[in-house]
C-alpha cells in the first residue's frame, strides 16, 4: 500500500472561474457546473478549517482534504498505521485518518501528527465544536470551538513530532 500527495489549486481565481463557468453554462449544465463549484469551495473552506476527513475516492485510493491520498492495498485493504489511537472509546475515524503523513493545513506544508477529524453545530451554544486527536501519543480533546482544536494541534506538532 503506498501514500502520495495531490495538490489542488483552491485559490480565489479558480473559484472564481468556476462560478463564472457555471452561470454561463446552458441551463441543461449549469446543475453540473454548480456542483464542481461547491466541490471545491467546501475543500477550501474545509482545509481553511484544518479538518481531515476523506472526502473524495478513486478506483483504488481515498483521498483527505489535505491532499494525501492512500492507495487500497492487494487485499483490498487500506493502510492503518497510526499505532497511538489504537480503539480509544468514543472516537471514530474513517480510512483516511488512520493514517500517518497528512500535512499540515491550511498551509499544506509539513507534515502533521495531529488532526481536526470531526465537527458538530452545538444548538445550546450557536457554535460548531470540533474533535482532534494525536497519532502519536493518542491524545484526544472533544467538542472544542476550532481556535482551541487548532491550538491542540500545533501543540501536539510541538511536542509529539518524530525528529
Known sequence: ????????DLSEH???RLRQEMEKAEPLKRFGRYKAWLHYANLKRWREQGHHFHYLSGPNSIHCTCGLVVNRGDDG???RNVSAVG???GIKLDDVQWVKGHVNLPSG???TVALIYDFFYAEEVQKYLWDAFCQECGEVVQKKVLLEAKEFVK???KTCKRK
Not at 500500500?1 to 489542488?8: F, L, S
Request: glycine share 8%; aromatic share 8%.
Open 87 to 89: 480503539d480509544i472509546p
Open 14 to 16: 479558480t473559484l472564481e
Open 109 to 111: 506544508r509539513g507534515r
Open 77 to 79: 485493504s487500506y493502510l
Open 1 to 8: 500500500m503506498a501514500i502520495g500527495y495531490e495538490k489542488v
Open 155 to 157: 501543540e501536539h506538532n
